[in-house]
């Protein structure tokens, strides 16, 4: 199992501080699993790639019928099971891996709304399912948070982006990098950072209150990441080469504060 996707300090470590330590241990072998995956990316021959890529299609299946070989796959079996974790989201997460491989930038907005859920909003939507929920309507939540946090993540990772000249941003909202001034690319951020916020306290508005309790891991990672941009807004020429970070101190106020707040209330727990 990956300790390191939620070390302390993490973003992933104070989402999931106030988890019971079975859904935790369950959430992080899910996402263990997730990594395992997306570090097909960083594979340079497309050829082993695509090996690579259809061996996984069959060990997805066959962790479907208990009968996986690979240690994060057969770490997950209990978890499916457990959790009735849907299957078809486990190859839809697998698709959205190979997407990402054959993808540099997104043309419009829904091309970006459906990159973000292959990307980001199905592994969110698995990890719903340890943490519990009765209102369905948590899954169309979580598809719209994908979206604001995505984009908050393609702002804070611009400079990144650009060296790979991998930018996700819809070339509808940004046509080119070249010959685009710094004026240009700061007002191109701004309205960016502002549709991000717009679009997270819209999803925000999506989630039942009778979840809040329930969902709180998706709810205290929201608030981090927000806060991480509203930290670097004013600086866009920094964001260029990096970004800045919020301290550990602040991220654990933050989730200590936001749990608290909930616990105050009557939810079912």
Request: overall charge positive; proline content about 4%; aromatic content about 12%.
């Amino acid at each position: 199992m990956n300790d390191a996707l939620a070390a302390p300090g993490s973003d992933l470590y104070y989402s999931w501080l106030f988890l019971d330590e079975a859904k935790k241990d369950a959430v992080i072998k899910l996402y263990t699993f997730c990594d395992t995956l997306s570090q097909m990316l960083a594979l340079k021959e497309n050829d082993i790639f695509l090996v690579k890529w259809a061996w996984w299609q069959q060990e997805i299946a066959q962790m479907l019928l208990q009968k996986a070989t690979h240690p994060a796959a057969r770490a997950l079996q209990s978890v499916i099971a457990q959790y009735k974790l849907p299957p078809a989201l486990l190859q839809d997460y697998l698709d959205g891996i190979k997407l990402t491989r054959e993808l540099n930038h997104c043309c419009t907005e829904e091309d970006f709304n459906a990159y973000s859920y292959r990307t980001r909003g199905i592994k969110q939507s698995l990890a719903a399912y340890i943490y519990g929920f009765r209102d369905p309507t948590v899954l169309h939540y979580i598809r719209a948070m994908a979206v604001a946090l995505s984009l908050m993540d393609e702002i804070l990772h611009i400079g990144r982006n650009i060296k790979k000249d991998r930018v996700f941003l819809p070339l509808t909202v940004l046509p080119t990098w070249q010959n685009v001034s710094n004026k240009e690319i700061h007002a191109i951020l701004n309205s960016q950072v502002q549709k991000a916020l717009a679009d997270y306290k819209a999803a925000l508005l999506l989630l039942p209150a009778a979840e809040h309790y329930t969902q709180h891991p998706s709810l205290i990672e929201a608030k981090l990441k927000s806060q991480q941009l509203l930290l670097n807004e004013k600086d866009f020429s920094a964001l260029l080469h990096s970004y800045s970070k919020l301290t550990p101190l602040r991220k654990y106020l933050t989730a200590w504060r936001f749990k608290r707040k909930l616990s105050r209330y009557d939810y079912y727990k």
